[in-house]
């Protein structure tokens, strides 16, 4: 009787420690990992089961490059995503940026932190830009969340973010419903980087939310290679599926 008191009150005082911080349901968490284990389990499967393109980090059922990348490489050396875009990584970005939910960009970005360890080179990495919204879109959302999930893999990796470093001045309409040659043409010209200085010689990762056709990420790596960065890395909370040629 007392016992299970004094448990409702430490989940008053302490909630972190017994609500999973991705999906927020009761279920213990894990010590390290702060996701119930439900979350971990679903996180875990797409690993466990299929392969992530060596060069786009999309899922892919068998080892090597996808059929995009192997039909044309990217201009980022390789990208890294904790997941595909769906189930509990699919809620998490969807609190985070419709919901304004800021706080779900913690988990997230931890588990990005995990991933980019270890798939990706971190001492060639010096600085973290995160992948800039248009100055209408900030306004109306309020904040970045590329902005807050940098913030969050920049602590666990201990690189630091900069900031308005890389611009967007072009207010590209939703890319959701264009084909990959769309995409591409709205984005052309979209970003720059405003302080050469700061990227010429560096090794940069570009953080976002989501790694849908790449047209994103390939652009904005394209304007800090011509910047002068060194190398460019991609990481993304969550990425596509490519199964087959038709996908
Ligand atoms: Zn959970
Ligand atoms: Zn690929």
Aim: aromatic share 6%.
């Amino acid at each position: 009787m007392l016992g299970g008191w004094l448990r409702e009150l430490s989940e008053l005082v302490l909630p972190a420690v017994t609500s999973c911080q991705l999906c927020g349901s009761r279920r213990r968490p894990g010590k390290n990992s702060g996701l119930c284990c439900i979350c971990q389990k679903e996180i875990d499967y797409w690993d466990e089961n299929y392969f992530q393109c060596n060069k786009c980090g999309r899922y892919i059922p068998t080892q090597g490059l996808c059929v995009k990348c192997s039909e044309e490489e990217p201009p980022f050396l390789k990208a890294a995503a904790v997941g595909p875009y769906r189930g509990v990584l699919k809620e998490g970005i969807y609190s985070l940026k419709f919901r304004g939910d800021r706080n779900a960009a913690k988990p997230l970005g931890r588990l990005l932190a995990l991933k980019i360890r270890s798939r990706l080179k971190t001492d060639d990495i010096d600085i973290i830009i995160p992948v800039p919204l248009h100055g209408n879109k900030l306004q109306a959302r309020g904040f970045n969340q590329a902005e807050l999930l940098a913030r969050e893999v920049a602590r666990e990796i201990r690189k630091p973010v900069a900031h308005n470093v890389l611009l967007k001045k072009i207010d590209t309409p939703a890319q959701t419903h264009l084909s990959q040659r769309e995409r591409e043409e709205n984005l052309r010209q979209a970003f720059f980087v405003n302080t050469v200085d700061r990227v010429k010689g560096k090794g940069v990762l570009l953080l976002d939310d989501i790694f849908t056709t790449g047209s994103t990420a390939s652009e904005c790596t394209r304007e800090l290679l011509e910047a002068g960065a060194e190398k460019v890395y991609v990481a993304t909370v969550a990425t596509g599926i490519h199964f087959s040629p038709t996908e």
